[in-house]
């Protein structure tokens, strides 16, 4: 059986990219993300719960960070887990799980007209020659997802099925 390790999330980077060189003298860029969720509760109320991811990114990757992402920009990685695991000096054993990025794309920032820009590490093209793919952003209306003062309450049928970055 093959297994499987990929994922894709969207969020906001939280703070300024870190950019340094390894040991190994290949380039890393750190940063982290905030993921947002919303979901139903049981009396009916909608419920916000904010996850908070460290991402990783090599190679060609770290110059499209660096150019484009800043703290609160909009961002999709593309990736797989890895787990790195330690012992410090007295022995105790630590762990930590994060995001290795193999895609990135940069979202259009509300402050700016920018078109969104799209990286992804290619043997025959460099990511920063990449052309972005034209996106279209989805629209909804809010007050059928969390109700309104004056609106009846949305049925079952009126929510949408999945409440993600692009909706809000």
């Known amino acids: 059986m093959n297994q499987l390790n990929s994922l894709i999330i969207e969020g906001n980077i939280v703070r300024t990219p870190e950019i340094k060189d390894t040991v190994n003298k ?12 919303y979901y139903k509760k049981a009396d009916g109320t909608f419920e916000q719960e904010v996850s908070y991811f460290d ?4 190679g060609n990757l770290v110059e499209s960070v660096g150019k484009n992402a800043s703290k609160g920009c909009g961002c ?7 787990q790195d695991k330690w012992k410090d000096e007295n022995g105790k054993s630590f762990s930590k799980v994060s995001i290795v990025a193999e895609h990135i794309d ?11 820009k799209s ?8 990511a920063e020659e990449q052309i972005p793919p034209k996106k279209k952003s989805a629209k909804f209306d809010k007050t059928k997802l969390f109700g309104s003062k004056n609106a009846e309450p949305a049925g079952e049928a009126d929510l949408p099925k999945a409440a993600g970055f692009d909706i809000f």
């Not at 290949?26 to 969720?37: G, H, I, P, Q």
């Not at 991402?55 to 090599?58: C, G, K, S």
């Not at 999709?76 to 890895?82: E, F, I, S, Y």
């Not at 940069?106 to 969104?116: D, G, I």
């Open 26 to 37: 290949s380039r890393l860029a750190t940063f982290s993300m905030a993921v947002n969720r």
């Open 55 to 58: 991402v990783e990114a090599w």
């Open 119 to 126: 990286f992804e590490p290619s043997a025959n093209q460099p």
């Open 106 to 116: 940069f979202m259009k920032n509300a402050t700016t007209s920018e078109e969104p």
């Open 76 to 82: 999709r990685v593309v990736g797989r887990l890895k």
